[in-house]
């Protein structure tokens, strides 16, 4: 089974909450089972240094020309292995979106949220798609974490229409926290040429997500039941418990059920 791990955080190289290690963690379990081949993706932000962990060019995916927002963009796909593992992970290098970002990732210094974050990281989503048809890698699940990346099954149902590449193409969603960030602007919908609700505001992409995914998980974190409820929106999902409330037993019986869980959609 091939999956496609999408995250704008993995552990050692950017880290701003429990998605940063739980992505490490996961995809290392994931990649220690002989039938699994997985592959991860996070944006290469300014403060990743390319020395220390051997980010290498991958020459067809240099130069790629990725349509966004109407508009050409010319990006490039590094790759690396996680350290001390044999886990891939690729980086998108696009400097407007992410050569500046400090170590907050979503947030500047001052502590005052990115109005733009709904717009880069909806690129980051754009281009781990079409990364794959360069590299002629379907993989039979993606893998997309929180806001972030909650655009992603949305696109991939887009792209399903006019591209058979993907129509067998699972989706699983996790939501590690709950914040503001989760609400798009439709400005960004409008931009994109994707169908939204224009009764609405803003759109709440954790509710999208969990209702284009074909299975999603949201990670207890204490977080208010009514909050959560609202956030979802009535699409169905597993509460399963934060990896930081776990000792090595219990984090090994999580994953597992996770990897059993991933496989039953294939």
Known sequence: MKIYYLSSEVFPYSETSNLSKFSREFSIFLNDNKDIEIRLMQPKYGFISERKYILREVIRLKEMKINYLNKEYIVNIKSAFIPNTRVQIYFLEYDNYFLNVPELLYKSRNGRFYKDNDEKFSFFSEVAL??????????????????????????????????????????????????????????????????????????????????????????????????????????????????DNLNTSEKINLYSMLNQDIHSLV
């Not at 609202?230 to 990896?243: C, D, F, G, P, T």
């Open 130 to 243: 079409e990364t794959l048809k360069k590299l002629y890698w379907v993989p039979d699940v993606i893998v997309c974490n929180d806001w972030q990346t909650s655009i992603t099954p949305i696109l991939l149902k887009e792209k399903i229409k006019n591209d058979p590449l993907f129509k067998n193409v699972k989706v699983a969603f996790f939501v590690h926290g709950i914040d503001t960030n989760y609400n798009f602007s439709n400005n960004l919908f409008e931009k994109m040429n994707i169908d939204f609700d224009k009764k609405e505001s803003n759109q709440n992409m954790l509710s999208l997500a969990a209702s284009y995914a074909d299975i999603t998980y949201v990670v207890n974190n204490n977080s208010n039941k009514k909050v959560v409820e609202k956030a979802l929106n009535k699409n169905k999902y597993k509460i399963i418990e934060s990896v």
